[in-house]
């Protein structure tokens, strides 16, 4: 593990131009830039007409495949109804067929045909009434081989059949010539619709009439009706002649000949019924003959069921008649499932769509996550490079600068020494100035103590020994004055430690005016010390206050040479926590020229052997080592005054 700080400093350390070609570098990327691929417009585009054509396509297919399926069903369920309507049919039909028959078994029938009289016709008519009655046929009824009508079911009706001649109805020739026949038509009488089943009724080789069945199908219609799918039966010549719609009953389902028309004008089959076009609109042939039609609007019976949309219409033949049976199925709930299922299809579509595109979406991202994770880690591996070596290169510096702080201390350490030897010299520079006036002030009192030593001896030979005891106190004064300036001198050429300690300000003035005692007098100065206070002490070294204030009276004096009565003034106050010593003189002052230059170490304006120019240098050295400065001015009412500006010693506590 790193140091924290070390790779926060690898962080900060890189500057904006290489973080800016980072940018750039492939290699590196954000997170923010890999989570994110971009979507652009034409991949947005594509992926949205994808989508449109796919759903749209699978909606198709679906609906096709619907289609057809249910169109497959719809033809099967539509096969399995025309059967179903056929056999019904042909059951209703068949339930008659050996009916006209049986009356040619019947005795009494053909003795009626053959020796007709009124009762025997009487008979024969509530015998066809009640037959009828019982097999509920629309009618029953007997011709001769003219074909007269001689005997009907329907005896007691006002237009009953009987007296009628119906030579011209097909059934009765089809008897005639080939012993039975069937007959679809409308009656002639009553004009109600109804299937003719004939047979001849033969006594012996010979055809004496005809007996005939009218059977009614309206209930089988009617049953037909409640189905949905309405369905038809067309004669050989296209003839409606049943259906579960009303409407649709005598009407073409194909356009009728020449040669139909005249046989219908003969044979009065549908009774001179305007048989108008039914209309089906065929659409497509479809296979196995099936078509998909569209159904005409009905107008004056509602049906039962609706009629628009689409319809599949399926034909076959009746067995045993040359009538066709068509049924038409719906096709509306086929198209309807079919749409259903191209829309769940096409949603189900959508939805895989949007699942692949969310399962790829991921797996992008998830790419990009760990390519992002790479990016990182190889960042992050740069980023320990980076700070191993500025590491290595700070630890180098770290060294380097130690080494560089060490010889700096070594190199302080003997500047502090050359100042201290400085100083010294100073010092010793000083008391060489000042060995002229120290000598005088020595020889003065030696000179006294001998005049005084052989005066005291003679006036010890003279047994005077009061005025000898005398003498000899003189000369104890004189020693003592003198011992004074040798313990003065010799204090302040030692080398002192440098120390700061609280220094009374006032005896540091005082010995250094001690000292320069000999120098005052000779030149004749008057020396004004304003009045220090006792407990003023400054935060210094008091030697080296000392030889301070030696050099600025010193140079005060230097300043005045020549003058007559030269003052020199020395004030100390205390101030905001700081020691203010000022030696003012009444000299010349300092002119511009020497003002920029007066702390340069060997500046001096004195004569040869007068100044080495170091005083004021070594003095503002000293000051500033014990936090202080020392600065000149010059006074208005003329000469210079210097200030020493030093920090207090702490207050000591009242005892
Ligand atoms: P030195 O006394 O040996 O010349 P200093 O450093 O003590 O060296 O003084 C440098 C110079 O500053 C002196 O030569 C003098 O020209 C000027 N100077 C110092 N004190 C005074 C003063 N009180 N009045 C005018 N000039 C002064």
């Known amino acids: 593990m790193r140091k924290p700080r070390m790779v926060q400093q690898g962080f900060s350390g890189r500057d904006d131009a290489a973080i800016a070609a980072d940018r750039h570098n492939p290699e590196i990327r954000t997170t923010a830039d890999v989570m994110l691929p971009a979507l652009s417009l034409s991949r947005v585009t594509t992926l949205l007409l994808l989508f449109a054509a796919l759903t749209l396509a699978a909606s198709q297919l679906a609906f096709r495949y619907s289609l057809s399926a249910g169109m497959a069903e719809l033809e099967s369920t539509g096969r399995h109804r025309l059967d179903l309507y056929a056999a019904s049919l042909e059951r209703e039909i068949d339930k008659y067929g050996y009916f006209p028959a049986l009356l040619g078994l019947d005795q009494s029938v053909l003795d009626m045909l053959t020796a007709p009289d009124a009762n025997r016709v009487a008979r024969m008519n509530h015998y066809l009434e009640q037959l009828n009655a019982r097999a509920g046929s629309l009618s029953i009824y007997i011709l001769d081989r003219e074909g007269r009508v001689i005997a009907s079911s329907n005896w007691r009706q006002r237009d009953s059949f009987i007296g009628e001649n119906l030579f011209f109805r097909p059934y009765f020739r089809q008897a005639l010539e080939t012993g039975a026949g069937r007959f679809f038509g409308i009656g002639t009488t009553q004009g109600e619709p109804g299937y003719y089943l004939s047979s ?15 059977v009614g199908l ?43 028309m005249e046989a219908f004008e003969r044979t009065q089959q549908y009774n001179r019924q305007a048989l ?39 034909t076959r033949n009746l067995p045993g008649t040359p009538w066709n049976i068509t049924v038409y199925s719906p096709q509306a709930q086929v198209h309807t499932m079919a749409v259903n ?47 191993i070596e500025r590491t290595a290169d700070l630890s180098s510096a770290n060294e380097r600068l130690q080494k560089e702080v060490a010889e700096r201390t070594q190199a302080e350490r003997t500047l502090r020494s050359a100042q201290d030897e400085l100083v010294q010299a100073g010092k010793l520079a000083v008391i060489g100035q000042l060995s002229a006036g120290i000598a005088h002030e020595l020889n003065q009192p030696l000179a ?101 204030l030696v050099n600025l009276a010193g140079n005060a004096l230097d300043a005045m040479e020549g003058q007559h009565a030269p003052v020199v003034e020395i004030a100390a106050s205390r101030r ?80």
């Open 200 to 214: 001849a009724l033969a006594t012996g080789q010979e055809v004496a009439g005809v007996a005939v069945v009218k």
């Open 218 to 260: 309206r209930q089988l219609e009617q049953s037909w009706g409640a189905v949905e799918a309405p369905a038809l039966v067309s004669d050989e010549n296209g003839v409606v002649i049943l259906s579960s719609v009303p409407d649709w009953k005598f009407t073409t389902i194909k356009p009728l000949d020449k040669a139909a």
């Open 276 to 314: 108008a076009p039914l209309g089906v609109k065929e659409l497509a042939v479809l296979e196995d003959g099936a078509r998909l039609v569209r159904l005409p609007a009905t107008t004056t019976s509602a049906p039962m069921f609706p009629l628009a949309g689409n319809f599949l219409a399926q």
């Open 341 to 387: 299922r191209a829309a769940l299809a096409g949603a189900f579509a959508a939805f895989l769509f949007i699942l692949a595109l969310l399962l790829n979406q991921r797996r992008h991202h998830l790419k990009d996550q760990v390519a992002a994770q790479a990016a990182l880690q190889r960042a992050h591996d740069e980023l320990e490079r980076n700070v």
């Open 448 to 548: 006294a103590l001998r005049t005084l030593s052989g005066n005291a001896r003679k006036f010890l030979a003279r047994g005077n020994q009061e005025t000898a005891s005398s003498n000899l106190e003189r000369i104890d004064q004189l020693v003592d004055r003198m011992g004074l300036l040798t313990s003065q001198l010799k204090s302040f050429a030692r080398k002192s430690s440098g120390r700061p300690q609280a220094v009374p300000v006032r005896r540091a003035i005082e010995n250094a005016l001690f000292l320069l005692e000999q120098r005052l007098k000779q030149a004749d100065t008057v020396v004004r010390v304003d009045l220090v206070p006792e407990e003023l002490e400054a935060w210094c070294d008091a030697n080296r206050l000392e030889q301070v």
């Open 576 to 655: 905001d926590g700081r020691i203010l010593i000022q030696v003012r003189d009444r000299g010349p002052g300092i002119s511009k020229e020497v003002s920029g230059r007066l702390f340069e170490p060997f500046f001096t304006t004195k004569e040869a052997g007068g100044g080495l120019g170091l005083g004021l240098a070594i003095s503002a050295g000293i000051v500033a080592d014990f936090g202080g400065a020392l600065s000149a001015d010059n006074l208005p009412e003329g000469g210079a005054v210097f200030t020493v500006d030093l920090p207090a010693a702490p207050q000591r506590p009242a005892s």
